[in-house]
Each structure stands twice: as structure tokens, then as C-alpha cells.
């Protein structure tokens, strides 16, 4: 699994963390914000690196880092093919991912400790969607809409 990371300067340090715990786990992960911290960067700067390359399917799976989650959660569904969502639980990251087909992860590393981005990274990258017929037909839903309205 290929998985791709971005962080403004809200996210930056949480960031750092979050790369060591992902490779700890056996994945591979490419930062594509970069290691120099910028107290000045924008969260549409940052975000859209994740989401533009989560939509090229060049990663399956990403994460997107800023001071709350919300703004790189916002623009992360501006793109087509992402599903991204805020998630500071375990229960959400898991089942985002098993119901609702999501790939890209947002995270506020004003939110949240080291410790739970831990556990809920984990969780999001060992989840997959579940072929069920509900799920299925709930994912059609969500492309349809996406279709009628990204276009």
C-alpha cells in the first residue's frame, strides 16, 4: 500500500510523529510538504499536495494534517475519487474506511496527542472497505453525487 502524508504548520510536528509510526508499522510514506516547517504555509497549499494525488490514484491511501482537521478536510473533498473525513477516534477511522470507502485521513495536531494519532493512523491503514451489499450500494450513491456535482 503506497500512502502519502501532508502537513501545514499546525500539523507540522504531529507530522513528524505520525511518518516514524507509519514506517514502524512496515509501510512506506511520502512526505509531500516537505521537512522544513513554514509558519507562514496556507492548509489549501498543503492539503490539495494529498488530495491531487490521492485523486491521480498515484497513492492509495493519505494524510492530511492542520491545526483542527477541518480545513484540510475541506479541501481534501474538493477533489474527485476522495473520501476524506476528520477523525480523532479509533471506532471512525476504522469504519470510515470498512463502510464508506474513505482514503484520505485528516487529523488536527492542535486536537489530538501523539499517543491517539497513533492508534487512529493504525486503525485507518489496517481498515478495508467491506464488499457488502450495503456498502456497495452506498458507495454507488456517494459516486453518483460526486458526478453530478464535481464535474
Known sequence: MKICISADHGGFELKKTI???VESLGYQIEDL?????????DYPDTSKLVADAI??????KGIILCGSGVGASVVANKFKDV???????????GQGVEHDDMNVICLGGRIIGEELAKEITTEFLKANFIHEERFIRRKEKLD??????LS
Open 144 to 149: 453518483q453525487i460526486e458526478k453530478e456535482n
Open 19 to 21: 511518518i516514524q509510526h
Open 33 to 41: 510538504s516537505g521537512d522544513k516547517y513554514d509558519a507562514n504555509d
Open 55 to 60: 485523486n491521480k490514484k498515484l497513492f492509495d
Open 83 to 93: 473520501r476524506a473525513a476528520i477523525c480523532h477516534d479509533t471506532y471512525s477511522a
